[in-house]
């Protein structure tokens, strides 16, 4: 069983729209999950960090974890053509600073 | 704001050749990554440093891997006899003390083996 699974998409939702990006994962030793945001060809960009279960908002970005059900979620708000990218989901906790990413979902906000 | 800087952008090189990618962490941060991204493959991790050691490796770096922070700014990846396998992009990432897994990216180094 993959430790992260993420949906690639892709997925094409228009401007103005609310994205909901999910991710699921195995290892229940996971404490810490972030977001990332992947241009092409480019390096990670962190977008969200969060420990254990709960929602963090930053602008038009909240991160949700459900441990119990070992969820991951990204939502954005009035989604612009800029955050057409790739959005990595990772988690980590169980060893000495590794990340374990799902596999990207490719969404374009189109205009 | 301060940024993970790799070099170069793009190395191609011959199959048997050793290569060297370079990257300088945030000055302020302790601990330091690398992870390669095949083409359309999941970001995998590969080793993680820290205090002039190395803290955890994947599977994935074996002997012929090796990492080194030759100076106060530097840290490096070698491989020591490229594979056509080991053809992807490489990025080094770093962290503060505090939190090992808010991991802030490089750019990348896309290595290419022919």
């Known amino acids: 069983q993959k430790e992260v699974e993420q949906d690639p998409g892709p997925l094409s939702v228009p401007e103005g729209a609310i994205v909901s990006l999910n991710c699921t994962y195995s290892n229940s030793a996971f404490q810490y999950f972030m977001w990332y945001r992947q241009y092409s060809r480019k390096g990670p960009e962190l977008l969200m960090y969060t420990y254990s279960s709960g929602n963090k908002e930053d602008g038009r970005f909240t991160a949700q974890v459900d441990k119990s059900s070992k969820y991951i979620s990204l939502f954005i708000r009035d989604s612009q053509p800029s955050d057409s990218a790739t959005y990595l989901c990772a988690a980590g906790g169980t060893s000495y600073g590794k990340l374990t990413f799902g596999q990207g979902t490719i969404l374009t906000v189109h205009p | ?114």
């Open chain 2, 1 to 114: 704001e301060p940024e993970v800087t790799q070099t170069p952008s793009h190395q191609v090189t011959q199959m048997g050749q050793e290569v060297i990618l370079r990257c300088v962490p945030i000055s302020n941060h302790l601990y330091f990554y690398w992870y390669r991204q095949i083409l359309g493959q999941k970001v995998e991790f590969l080793v993680s440093f820290y205090n002039n050691e190395i803290s955890e490796k994947s599977e994935i770096f074996d002997d012929q891997f090796s990492v080194e922070r030759p100076d106060g700014s530097n840290f490096t990846l070698k491989i020591r006899s490229t594979k056509l396998e080991d053809s992807a992009m490489y990025f080094c990432a770093s962290s503060e003390g505090a939190d090992l897994y808010e991991q802030y990216f490089g750019p990348g180094t896309r290595l290419t083996v022919t």
